[in-house]
């Protein structure tokens, strides 16, 4: 596949993560964590890798009790989930479900913050014809939930594939498969309607464009500029695959008089690699996607049919998984490898935010602007470019220590923020690092870990600029 550079460091995405939004003002962003390898971290470090890119919402794909124990007092929010190999024990049985919420949730909440549990997984798809037991599971596990006073604080749903609609195209004229809605859709989206719950979907654009590369714009999957497509139903313009996909299911909703109930979007991704028949995969369009994605959702509006209703998605995923079967693409979705290195670059772009505040508690600065405790501001991005900033949230002691290394050993131009030099000015500890560690990383040709530094340092898309100091974009 085409690589492209890999850094230590991920601050650079997961700013968009970091500020924390009330749930009615912006949509939010989370992340799927699964486990279908041989060689990933220990949950304790997931835990610490999660922490440190301050991402507050994880998504599982089952109770494993170390990944729940590790997740304990970390403050992020958890959906777990319940397999479909035990759906028609859970439908036929309440005392099966009451011992698996005592066991699963009851024994780590609150200290594990459960927010939810997926009631199986795109069950509708499932070749051992679960269906049938997917509603009655539901309200037994819900009932479990409110027999140990669970209930206000962690809802019940399950992940539906798109494999659900009969027609997708238009958006407006979004259907539900015949042979599913009065068996199964009616009956879950009243479920969720009574208990305030919220329809998972699981939406991928790449599927469809990789399907139909012929007929569908590559910049209308990736969210970049393109004429954008007019419903013909309803006369709602379309400028991406993502917004199309999400309306055909409010559509097909809609249209069954379920209109009020919420949708999360519970996976959605991009592939860095595929096989030779998967268009479209690829890292440069991993990154397009989940970088423009994640600007889509914190901008905080809705779509086109929806557009009050802010989007709340999962992506998919937290780490490549080597022992998942199906096509290449299956084995890369992740943003990290096994090993906690970046699988790519993405240059995302945030829209608001000071970097050289504070946080409060929960919270960090957004990723650009970057603005100095000097006043800096931005200067416009060159194409591909990136600089390497300090991280002021790593504390004096481990930027002086970074700025000792970067200056002496590392061999990075720091004349120009001596005293009386041209970016001596602002005499900030924040931007003198930023100065030297940039220094080090162009030095360094921006090669993959070179802009870390113990997590004091970080890449951004857009050149920093502390006063009348211009940061050099090579040696």
């Not at 124990?69 to 958890?78: E, Q, T, Y």
């Not at 208990?195 to 990736?222: E, G, H, Q, R």
């Not at 959605?268 to 096989?275: F, V």
């Amino acid at each position: 596949m085409a690589t492209l550079a890999a850094f230590s460091s991920f601050f650079f995405f997961f700013f968009f993560f970091l500020v924390t939004f009330a749930f009615a003002d912006t949509g939010k962003v989370g992340i799927n964590y699964g486990r279908v390898a041989n060689n990933l971290p220990s949950p304790e470090k997931v835990v610490e890798l999660l922490k440190s890119q301050r991402i507050d919402r994880v998504k599982t794909y089952d109770t494993d009790s170390a990944v729940l124990a590790a997740l304990a007092n970390s403050d992020i929010s958890v959906v777990v989930a319940f397999p479909n190999e035990e759906l028609s024990k859970a439908a036929a049985d309440q005392s099966f479900t009451d011992n698996w919420v005592q066991a699963n949730i009851s024994k780590y909440y609150p200290a594990t913050k459960i927010e939810a549990v997926a009631v199986g997984n795109e069950v509708f798809a499932d070749p051992k014809n679960t269906t049938p037991f997917l509603v009655p599971a539901m309200k037994n596990v819900y009932n479990s939930l409110v027999k140990y006073k669970l209930d206000s604080n962690v809802k019940v749903s399950s992940p539906i594939a798109l494999g659900a609609l009969q027609n997708s195209y238009p958006p407006s004229s979004g259907s539900f498969k015949s042979d599913l809605i009065e068996p199964a859709l009616k009956p879950m989206l009243e479920f969720l309607r009574k208990t305030s719950s919220y329809l998972m979907v699981n939406a991928y654009p790449f599927f469809a464009y990789s399907a139909n590369a012929d007929k569908i714009s590559l910049d209308y999957a990736l969210f970049r500029d393109n004429p954008g497509q007019v419903d013909s139903g309803n006369g709602l313009k379309y400028t991406n695959l993502f917004d199309a996909q999400l309306d055909a299911v409010f559509a097909a909703m809609s249209a069954i008089s379920y209109n009020d109930v919420k949708v999360v979007v519970t996976e959605t991704g991009w592939p860095s690699m595929g096989d030779e028949n998967e268009a479209g995969a690829g890292a440069a369009n991993a990154a397009a996607y989940n970088g423009n994605l994640v600007r889509r959702v914190l901008s905080g509006s809705g779509t086109p049919l929806r557009p009050k209703d802010p989007l709340n998605v999962y992506l998919f995923a937290l780490f490549n998984e080597n022992q998942k079967p199906g096509p290449t693409s299956e084995r890369n979705y992740g943003l990290f490898y096994p090993n906690e290195q970046t699988v790519y670059d993405s240059p995302f772009v945030s829209t608001s935010g000071n970097s050289s505040s504070t946080p409060a508690a929960n919270k960090s600065k957004t990723q650009v602007p970057v603005s100095g405790g000097g006043g800096g501001d931005v200067s416009p991005s060159a194409a591909g470019q990136t600089w390497c900033v300090a991280n002021a949230n790593a504390g004096e002691k481990k930027l002086q220590a970074a700025i000792d290394y970067a200056c002496g050993e590392g061999g990075a131009d720091c004349r120009p923020i001596q005293e009386g030099a041209t970016c001596y000015d602002p005499n900030t500890l924040e931007a003198h690092a930023s100065y030297a560690f940039n220094s080090y990383y162009q030095k360094q040709v921006r090669k993959a870990g070179s802009c870390d530094f113990g997590g004091a340092a970080y890449v951004v898309t857009q050149a920093p600029k502390y006063g009348k100091c211009q940061f050099p974009t090579g040696y």
